[in-house]
């Protein structure tokens, strides 16, 4: 399994944007499919987004789509969630994930879908 690290987060004001990064530590992602979680306080973790790095089209959460864009620079071995117009609701400690059990499966994706998962990052959202 692939280790993942996430960076980017922080307090940032509503309407306002943040970049999270994903990268896979000292080496290639092992699983073309990369998601991005997260958990708000008292909440159960929830799909935000996903993509394949090998291409195709980016799946996102209704609640985010159109707000957020997931990316991918395979020369870094790195997957961004660039998010816009961020929302009080958006505070959550962010995750993202890979390493897909099920190559079948498809968006939107459950927590037990994926056995890798990096530490976290918490982006909160000032109204």
């Known amino acids: 399994q692939v280790q993942l690290v996430e960076s980017g987060g922080g307090l940032v004001q509503a309407g306002g944007s943040l970049r999270l990064s994903c990268a896979a530590s000292g080496r290639t992602f092992s699983s073309p499919v990369i998601a991005w979680f997260r958990r708000a306080p008292g909440s159960e973790r929830e799909f935000v987004a996903a993509i394949d790095v090998n291409g195709g089209i980016p799946d996102y959460a209704t609640a985010v789509k159109g707000r957020f864009t997931v990316s991918t620079d395979n020369d870094k071995n790195t997957v961004y969630l660039q998010m816009n117009s961020l929302k009080p609701e958006d505070t959550a400690v962010y995750y993202c994930?890979?390493?897909?059990?099920?190559?079948?499966?498809?968006?939107?994706?459950?927590?037990?879908?994926?056995?890798?998962w990096g530490q976290g990052t918490q982006v909160t959202v000032s109204s």
């Open positions: 994930a890979t390493d897909l059990l099920d190559i079948t499966l498809r968006a939107p994706y459950n927590n037990a879908d994926f056995a890798s």
